[in-house]
């Protein structure tokens, strides 16, 4: 079985609103599947079809072989999920948590205080094993999800926004132990806004929007596809408005960001020539001028309004 994950036709109504709009595709086995949309595009109603939270009105998901509507227990039983609102009992020690989690899947004891222990260690948080979760910061809620996600050795690991909200460092250690997942053949579900996050991780993205697939691809060859966005950053020791710069027929939109100039364009060449001739004329130094490829968030914004 090559694929992990694999989605045809799935489909769900709130009322009138079509969240989900027969949406298809597959997740290849060990690979990190990326899954991108701007708030309301039916991110986390799909994760939550495919976990079995929410039963959709159409279409077929399986997760390693097995339907989460006919055979939803055996499915469950090869996925680990980190939602994204914690569901960890704040009342309880990280090391309680872990037990009873693992006491759901039916590990025996010492295993599960083992493969425990081992998780712990491994994500940080065994000197904290006795303290309640509520005194938890943001970052070790999150490493302890991943702890009572991986607890009972699933080869399909959903996160939803597993770094959003985390400080520089916490969200570095969660990519981190991502990476370190994947090398051990786990395939990865992510969910996320961060394009930058997706860039780093994902083998290949979805991006979606009104609850239908804009596109499917990596993210190298995304940005490969998109040359028209391709752009020329130029900024000056002088304040120049966007409007005030020079009318250049490849340039599709210029934007104006801080004390720089953002000139989107099929042709860079042209526009470059173009900046200095201005530069002269107007008497003005150019103190930085940089080509620069699309970046996946240009990538998405476009994909996004044309789906839309």
């Known amino acids: 079985m090559d694929n992990a ?21 597959e997740v290849k086995r060990g690979e990190i599947f990326g899954f991108l949309g701007p708030n309301g595009a039916g991110k986390t109603t799909i994760v939550r079809m495919l976990t079995g939270i929410i039963r959709p009105d159409g279409g077929t998901a399986k997760v390693m072989g097995y339907d989460i509507q006919k055979e939803p227990l055996r499915a469950k039983q090869v996925m680990g999920i980190v939602p994204e609102m914690s569901n960890a009992y704040v009342d309880l020690s990280a090391w309680n948590n872990l037990m009873l989690i693992g006491e759901l899947y039916g590990i025996p004891k010492k295993k ?9 260690r491994d994500f940080g948080l065994y000197e904290r094993r006795n303290q309640r979760v509520k005194g938890f910061s943001k970052g070790m809620k999150q490493r302890l999800l991943l702890c009572m996600a991986l607890i009972n050795e699933p080869p399909v690991l959903f996160l939803d926004e597993p770094t959003s909200g985390l400080d520089v460092e916490s969200a570095r250690m969660i990519k981190g132990m991502i990476r370190d997942l994947n090398k051990e053949s786990v395939t990865v579900f992510l969910t996320t806004h961060n394009m930058e996050e997706a860039n780093q991780l994902c083998d290949r993205v979805v991006i979606i929007n009104r609850g239908k697939i804009a596109t499917i691809d990596s993210p190298e060859k995304l940005r490969a596809r998109s040359s028209g966005l391709q752009s ?8 120049i408005n966007s409007e005030e710069m020079p009318r250049v027929s490849s340039v599709s939109e210029v934007v104006k960001m801080g004390d720089k100039i ?8 042209t526009v470059v020539p173009a900046l200095v001739d201005f530069a002269r004329k107007r008497s003005l130094n150019i103190v930085s001028l940089n080509t620069l490829a699309p970046s996946l968030e240009d990538v998405f914004v476009k994909l996004s309004k044309e789906a839309s």
Request: charged residues 30%.
């Open 5 to 25: 994950i694999e989605v045809s036709g799935l489909t769900k109504h709130y009322d009138e609103l079509i969240a989900v709009d027969h949406v298809s595709f």
């Open 112 to 120: 599960r205080e083992e493969k425990g222990e081992k998780l712990l």
């Open 262 to 269: 953002k000139l989107y364009t099929s042709a860079p060449g």
């Open 232 to 239: 020329v950053v130029v900024s000056f020791d002088k304040p």
